[in-house]
C-alpha cells in the first residue's frame, strides 16, 4: 500500500461505498476513477480491503450488493467525522515562492 493512501482510506471508503450506494447500476472501476477522482489503484486497494471486488480471469471485479453497500456504510467506521469547524476562524495565506521571498530580502 502506498504511503498516501494511508492516510485517506477511510475517507476513500466512504466517498467509495456513498458512490456504489447511489448508482444501482454496474460500474466501472474506471468510471468509478472518473467520477471520484480516485486513482484506479488506490480504488482497487480500497474495495479489496472491504471485500467488495475479487480477482478474476486477469481482472479486477467489483463484487457488490446493495444490502452489502447498506452494511458497510450503517457501521461507525464509516460514518463521515462530526467535526464542528467555525469558517470565520479559518485563517489562511497563500504560501510565497521562494524565489519570491529571497527578492524582497
Known sequence: MRPALIPSLSHCHRVLL???????????IP???EATSITQE???ST????????YWRGQHVVCVTPKLIEEHLNT??????????????????????AAASSKRH
Open 47 to 54: 474495495l479489496q480491503a472491504l471485500n467488495l471486488c475479487k
Open 76 to 97: 461507525k467506521r464509516y460514518k463521515p467525522p462530526t467535526i464542528a469547524i467555525d469558517p470565520k476562524a479559518l485563517r489562511w495565506t497563500p504560501p510565497v515562492p
Open 18 to 28: 456513498n458512490v456504489l450506494h447511489e448508482h444501482k447500476q454496474s460500474l466501472s
Open 42 to 44: 488506490d480504488i482497487v
Open 31 to 33: 468510471v468509478l476513477s
